[in-house]
């Protein structure tokens, strides 16, 4: 029997093993860490490398063995391998899905597992797959400045980037011009593409771009930001953590910016 690594969930908490170093990893063996109920869905995910990877969830979080921890996705980031986060990630996007698609969204009867990424209905046939919310993310510049807002749902001090969901019928490009204007009243230029992060929470894609000023002067959509203005290097506020495509696009502009 092979070894697999176990993504083993209790709501938005991941299962860590920790190690002799003192260190922590996902377990690994060839069975599962705790126990299967009858009604737990075992799910098979993309091998990472050639370790077979499986994902299930519990009722209740492991409390009573020294040699695990339970652990916040977000807070995993800084425990475990960024190879081993983004799988967590993974498997956290598709037991979301799972729990939310337990009936047809057409006729409303049970759904059963077709693919390992795919369900059918039982009665009509409908089949459904793990979707994305995209969202873009943009920083944007003007001369040795950039724009940082501080959103009414952040939950801590921190300043972040202009950023929103992509809606039907628009390009990325349009969707960062729109959300640009809609939540500052600035006109941008020069966009141009950063790169993009998988976000799971719940299920995200997020775009990143980098931006020029164009005109205007910033008025805030108050429903949506609290605060924003123009910053220098020297004169940061609070600004997102490591793990975000946020906190990736303000530390290549500290670099590139020397």
Not at 65 to 71: A, G, H, L, P
Request: aromatic share 10%; glycine share 6%; proline share 5%.
């Amino acid at each position: 029997m092979n070894k697999n690594l176990w993504f083993v969930f209790c709501k938005s908490d991941v299962l860590l093993q920790k190690t002799s170093e003192g260190t922590y990893d996902i377990p690994y063996s060839e069975q599962p860490p705790t126990e299967i109920k009858p009604w737990t869905t075992v799910h098979n995910i993309t091998p990472l490398g050639d370790i077979p990877v499986k994902t299930y969830r519990i009722d209740a979080p492991v409390t009573d063995d020294s040699n695990y921890e339970m652990c916040g996705l977000r807070a995993s980031y800084s425990k475990i391998s960024h190879d081993l986060y983004l799988k967590a990630g993974k498997c956290a996007e598709i037991l979301y899905w799972d729990m939310n698609t337990q009936f047809c969204g057409v006729c409303g009867s049970p759904m059963e597992k077709n693919t390992d990424i795919s369900k059918r209905c039982t009665n009509c046939g409908k089949e459904v797959w793990p979707q994305l919310a995209t969202a873009v993310i943009v920083l944007i510049h003007k001369g040795d400045e950039i724009l940082l807002v501080h959103a009414n749902n952040f939950k801590r001090d921190f300043f972040g980037l202009v950023a929103g969901f992509v809606e039907t019928g628009e390009t990325l490009e349009e969707a960062v011009r729109r959300e640009v204007m809609e939540e500052t009243g600035l006109k941008i230029k020069n966009l141009r593409y950063f790169a993009s992060q998988p976000w799971p929470y719940p299920s995200g894609l997020m775009v990143g771009f980098n931006a020029d000023y164009d005109e205007g002067d910033i008025h805030l959509q108050r429903s949506e930001l609290s605060s924003g203005g123009w910053y220098k290097k020297d004169n940061l506020p609070h600004i997102p953590e490591k793990l975000s495509i946020a906190r990736k696009l303000i530390d290549n502009w500290l670099e590139t910016s020397e």
